[in-house]
């Protein structure tokens, strides 16, 4: 079964920082697009960061400058460095591909809390 694992979630201070990770054992990273979601409460699932097999990146408006997605496809892992968080930031946290048409089964997604 296709299984995507975040991890690295957490509660910080506004202006602190965190380290996601997607892994999976069931699926191989390298040949897709991934992309970083962000659910908030009462708010659709929105994509907030994407990287290409090539390496290039794509961002949301909202975290420019301050996250960075990147892989590491030998360890079949996916990265989003949060840095000066804010509390609008709160939300789970997904990892998927950004394609809708191979979009793989959800997984349980990792907390992110941003509050003083």
């Known amino acids: 079964q296709v299984q995507l694992v975040e991890s690295g979630g957490g509660l910080v201070q506004p202006g602190g920082s965190l380290r996601l990770s997607c892994a999976s054992s069931t699926v191989i990273f390298a040949p897709y697009v991934m992309s970083w979601y962000r659910q908030t409460p009462g708010k659709q699932r929105e994509m907030v960061a994407a990287i290409f097999s090539s390496g290039g990146t794509v961002y949301v408006d909202s975290v420019k400058g301050r996250f960075t997605i990147s892989r590491d496809n030998a360890e079949n892992l996916v990265y989003l460095q949060m840095n000066n968080l804010l509390t609008e930031d709160t939300g789970v946290y997904y990892c998927?591909?950004?394609?809708?048409?191979?979009?793989?089964?959800w997984g349980r997604g990792t907390q992110v809390t941003v509050s003083s």
């Open positions: 998927n591909t950004y394609d809708k048409s191979s979009q793989l089964p």
